[in-house]
């Protein structure tokens, strides 16, 4: 909106001007504590999405490694089946009977660790999805047109 100020002998009236060019600095002040503060708040924003990143390799590295132990845990549970199986076709109907209910516990453990390791996954997920949310919301304000800003200092060196 443009201002009108009242009009002198040698020009504008020089108290309105003052004052306009006064409220105008105040203004931009103002702005720039907010971009400030809009700043800061984007800072602390991004510190936390790599805090939650590296929490998020933390457990994407345990989970890893867990998976590997179940995969390491089944590839000996199977060698040892195997084993005890050969072992029951050549000592008895018992020693069969107590090799099955060895493999079975052993089978599910490793079924319990996969149960766990998927849960963590959704988990994981979850949070992730909610992160994701968060940042869609964060909303930038708007920043000032550097053309007004130019315009006021060519006005206050005149």
Do not use: C, W
């Amino acid at each position: 909106m443009a201002e009108k100020f009242d009009t002198m002998r040698n020009g504008y009236n020089r108290y309105q001007v003052d004052d306009k060019i006064a409220s105008m600095n105040e203004e931009i002040a103002m702005l720039y504590r907010k971009l400030d503060m809009y700043q800061l708040q984007s800072e602390e924003m991004e510190k936390q999405i790599r805090q939650i990143k590296e929490k998020y390799q933390l457990v994407v590295d345990s989970l890893a490694a867990k998976e590997r132990a179940a995969q390491d845990l089944t590839r000996i549970a199977m060698k040892d089946a195997n084993t005890i199986v050969n072992t029951a076709h050549n000592n008895a109907d018992l020693i069969v009977q107590e090799a099955l209910m060895t493999a079975r516990r052993i089978l599910l453990d490793v079924a319990k660790l996969g149960m766990e390791a998927s849960e963590l996954k959704g988990n994981m997920r979850e949070q992730l999805d909610a992160l994701s949310t968060t940042l869609e919301q964060f909303q930038i304000p708007p920043i000032p047109d550097p053309e007004f800003l130019n315009s006021t200092k060519t006005n206050e060196k005149q």
